[in-house]
């Protein structure tokens, strides 16, 4: 984070000249040469210190640091002490598409996003020793006299000295949708949020309408923006779930297999073994007992799992927040640009004291004029251009605009009929504009006025209502005004007047005794898809919630549209009340509140940090620069890829391309299918290497000789366990996928019955491969070994096909609904039966040919595990085995 340095004062609560003089500049040449000279060495370019990105090599170097890759390293290493080069090779095979499956995903993901940086204005235009000019933005220096107009980005922070009804749009980086007016009054409160400080221009946000005139007084990492983006820099990034579960399991296993293989060998040595037997055993052990294909499935799992969601718009950036997605309980979401349009629509139009106005009352024309409701308001605003997306100005007015013409007010045509002679401009002590018109050929002046109700109602001494003109009941339409905006609206005020006046008399005299024509009520709209996506969520158990800078009152009106809160009455907590209480109270009410309001930064950062000091996985959506912080540490940030930011893209873990919050719905859903189908390949490769740790551990204690040799369990680690394995991640999602909980976030990958299912099935496997051996040695079948390994592939591939459910049948299934997995288990069983019947083949694995009779029957006994195993899901289905009632549903 960048000290403090002497520049750095409450700003926003000092006069223009008391700025000027603070910062020895003549406001009205700016800059000399020299001094701008010793002031660039002084505070440097105003450019945002870039986030460290990683690099090729680092990224790389990266996919090695798993712990199941290092013990896969480790299973290479004991595969070359035991004399097989074949073994080696396999295993770093494994180990390097592993690597280059993450490196390629990341790397792609990576030079998808632009730099950090590009928030920044390219140029700015200036005053310098009394002369104007333009320069690269990060030419700029604190002191500079920066000219500022509709459409530019503001450059730096800069504190404004003269302003000509100027607005500006904050949505970047305080979250508030509309365009806030700017002055250059000071602000009383020191402390006052970044939306209140009126005479203040942030870095990163952009000019909606007007023009002003201001000093830097703060550039690079030193403005608003740069604190955000050091704020960035500061903070950690978070495990995913899956990360946490495969790591203790990595832990458990290396453990195992090392306690399993010593005690083996020293077992053996004990009762009389030979000590290379009792090596090759506690060897081949080994190799059995390490899920070699374990990385490379989830990786590709992964990587799979992203492509699908590319394709849904949803780029991911890091792999692991593809199964994250579906771990989370708590969206923490944006409102502005997210759930919202971020574009002003009018809501509804109200008669004064009375009903929402219809069609006909908009257009018809008014008693006094040949203009109806919709054409006054459109007269009255500043808004360029014609057609739905060439209109140019303030966002509320280009809204005005909309609406006039969907009911036949064109503003062009109406410019023409009524050309504007006059006007008496917004300001915000007046809080209403003016406009004066008319007609060609006519003495009369027609008054077209707009603004806030408490500032326009009070010069009104008429009203409209059912097309009559009656007098105006002040207190009535104040109060029908105050309804409006507790409702969420932006109200504003359109009344109109006229008379025969001459042209010269001052225009203001036109706004008294006016008619008041109507209360218009504007918001920015929820997307049309966005309450479907949170009842979605709702039902996935799922908990909505909304974060914004925007006010309480809209906040809670989106909210209740949305579906995100279902009690009018329920609190919305404000930024100012969430920084009075304590970490451990907020830790508490994060449980209960739905709604924020008019939050900082600093204050999006806590409450994902409470919800995860709950245990609770939070995922942060946005778009701003204010979400970037909380988009970083969140378990998963998603950014908007379209309307959003640069540094919020770069904060996040995955980028949502249409900006649609639908798109999140699906994104989960196929989180949780990752998720599932990761488990199924987890309980697929712990049952098949339980099934060959068994058979090897038990053969020598029931005299049998060693069953298998270690070039057969690296085969069947490979591609019994591998190509099937990878066709797992195809697996379609469960029907009732968004109808479950979440998982609980400490809950393990063994939960559900997962590790009794390994168990048992390992000891089925291992008894009917070693029931095989008994059988053929003592009916002195020569093709015993090779009958033994037969048996352990096959029931590997009727489990495969078994478990591709946890609860529904195969036949319910279809056997061809995963078309790549049918594929993967045809193309290895025809590679086991080369094993047995290639010659070249024969030789590299010492099998034999079976006949006949020997392949049915190793056919009929691995099909006993696939018996075994539709009747556990039987169970699960219809008497709740493995059911967790503590789980919340």
Not at 96 to 114: M, T, W
Request: net charge neutral; hydrophobic share 50%.
């Amino acid at each position: 984070m960048t000290p403090p340095g002497p520049l750095e004062r409450p700003w926003h609560t000092m006069t223009p000249a008391a700025v000027a003089n603070l910062l020895g500049v003549d406001p009205a040449r700016g800059l000399t040469t020299d001094e701008l000279a010793r002031r660039r060495q002084e505070y440097g370019s105003n450019n945002l210190r870039a986030a460290t990105r990683r690099g090729p090599l680092r990224m790389l170097l990266a996919q090695f640091a798993d712990v199941m890759v290092l013990v896969l390293i480790g299973a290479a290493i004991i595969a070359a002490v035991v004399g097989d080069p074949e073994d080696t090779v396999a295993i770093v095979a494994i180990v390097i598409l592993n690597a280059l499956l993450g490196f390629v995903q990341e790397y792609r993901a990576e030079q998808a996003l632009a730099a950090l940086g590009a928030m920044a204005a390219p140029s700015a235009r200036v005053r310098r020793a009394g002369e104007e000019r333009t320069v690269p933005s990060h030419d700029l220096v604190p002191g500079d006299l920066v000219l500022l107009e509709a459409g530019n980005v503001v450059p730096a922070d800069v504190r404004l000295i003269d302003s000509a009804r100027l607005s500006v749009e904050e949505a970047a980086l305080t979250g508030e949708s509309v365009p806030v007016e700017k002055d250059t009054a000071p602000t009383s409160a020191a402390d006052a949020p970044l939306g209140d400080r009126h005479g203040m221009l942030y870095k990163g946000t952009s000019v909606a309408a007007g023009r002003g005139t201001g000093l830097v007084v703060a550039t690079g990492m030193r403005t608003e923006l740069g604190r955000i983006a050091a704020m960035l820099q500061d903070d950690t990034a978070v495990r995913s779930p899956l990360q946490l579960r495969l790591a203790a399991f990595g832990r458990r296993l290396a453990l195992l297999v090392i306690g399993l293989c010593a005690a083996i060998f020293v077992t053996g040595l004990l009762r009389g073994e030979p000590l290379g037997l009792m090596f090759m055993t506690a060897l081949s052990l080994a190799v059995a007992a390490i899920p070699e294909a374990l990385p490379a499935v989830i990786t590709v799992s992964l990587a799979l799992g992203a492509r699908r969601m590319v394709r849904q718009q949803a780029l991911i950036r890091r792999l692991p927040a593809v199964e994250t997605l579906g771990s989370v309980t708590y969206i923490c979401t944006d409102k502005t640009g997210t759930l919202t349009e971020n574009r002003m629509r009018v809501d509804v139009a109200q008669a004064p004291c009375g009903a929402a106005l219809d069609a006909s009352h908009v257009r018809t024309p008014l008693p006094h004029a040949a203009l109806s409701i919709a054409g006054v308001a459109t007269l009255c605003t500043d808004v360029q251009g014609a057609g739905d997306d060439a209109l140019v100005g303030d966002p509320t007015e280009t809204a005005l605009v909309r609406w006039a013409t969907a009911h036949d007010a064109h503003k062009p045509s109406l410019e023409q009929r009524w050309p504007r002679i006059a006007e008496v401009p917004f300001t915000s002590a007046r809080a209403r504009m003016t406009t004066v018109h008319a007609a060609a050929g006519h003495a009369q002046r027609l008054a077209c006025t707009k603004g806030a109700p408490e500032r326009v109602v009070p010069h009104c001494d008429r009203m409209l209502r059912d097309g009559a003109l009656v007098p105006i009941d002040r207190a009535a339409v104040l109060q029908q005004a105050e309804q409006m905006a507790a409702a969420g609206l932006r109200v504003l005020a359109v009344a109109t007047n006229s008379d025969h006046r001459a042209p010269g008399d001052p225009p203001d005299a036109l706004e008294e005794h006016q008619l008041l024509l109507a209360l218009v009520g504007l918001i920015d709209p929820p997307r049309q898809e966005a309450a479907a996506a949170v009842r979605t969520c709702h039902t996935a158990g799922i908990r909505v919630v909304m974060i914004t800078g925007d006010h309480p009152a809209t906040a809670r009106a989106i909210a209740l549209r949305l579906g995100i809160m279902t009690d009018a009455d329920a609190p919305v907590l404000t930024g100012r009340a969430l920084g009075e209480l304590t970490d451990e109270a907020l830790r508490e009410q994060v449980e209960h509140t739905r709604v924020y309001a008019r939050v900082a930064p600093e204050d999006k950062l806590r409450i994902v940090r409470a919800l995860q000091a709950r245990g609770e996985f939070a995922a942060m959506t946005g778009d701003g620069v204010n979400d970037a912080p909380a988009l970083n540490h969140a378990d998963i940030g998603i950014a908007m890829g379209r309307g959003g930011t640069d540094v919020a893209r770069e904060a996040s873990h995955m980028v949502l391309l249409d900006d649609n919050f639908a798109t999140i719905v699906q994104a989960v859903r196929e989180g949780r299918r990752i998720y599932d189908n990761i488990r199924r390949f987890v309980r697929f490769v712990l049952s098949t290497n339980a099934g060959e740790i068994w058979t090897l551990f038990l053969a020598p204690f029931v005299g049998l000789p060693l069953p298998l040799l270690p070039i057969h369990i690296l085969w069947m680690n490979l591609v019994t366990d591998g190509l099937p394995g990878l066709a797992l991640a195809a697996e379609r999602a469960e029907p009732d996928v968004m109808q479950r909980p979440p998982r609980p976030p400490r809950e393990g990958i063994f939960a559900h019955g997962l590790w009794q299912h390994a168990l048992w099935v390992g000891l089925l496997m291992a008894a009917l491969a070693l029931g095989t051996l008994a059988w053929a040695r003592h009916t002195g079948n020569a093709h015993w070994q090779t009958m033994t390994f037969t048996v352990l592939t096959l029931s590997q591939l009727t489990h495969i096909m078994a478990i591709r459910s946890e609860r529904q049948s195969l036949f319910r299934l279809g056997v061809t609904s995963n078309p790549a997995l049918l594929m993967a288990v045809v193309a290895t069983l025809l590679l086991q039966l080369a094993t047995i019947y290639v010659p070249a083949m024969n030789r590299l694995f010492h099998t034999v040919p079976l006949t006949a009779g020997e392949l049915a029957a190793c056919v009929v006994m691995a099909s006993l595990v696939f018996v075994a195993v539709e009747f556990e899901k039987f169970l699960v289905r219809c008497r709740g085995l493995y059911a967790d009632p503590a789980r919340r549903s």
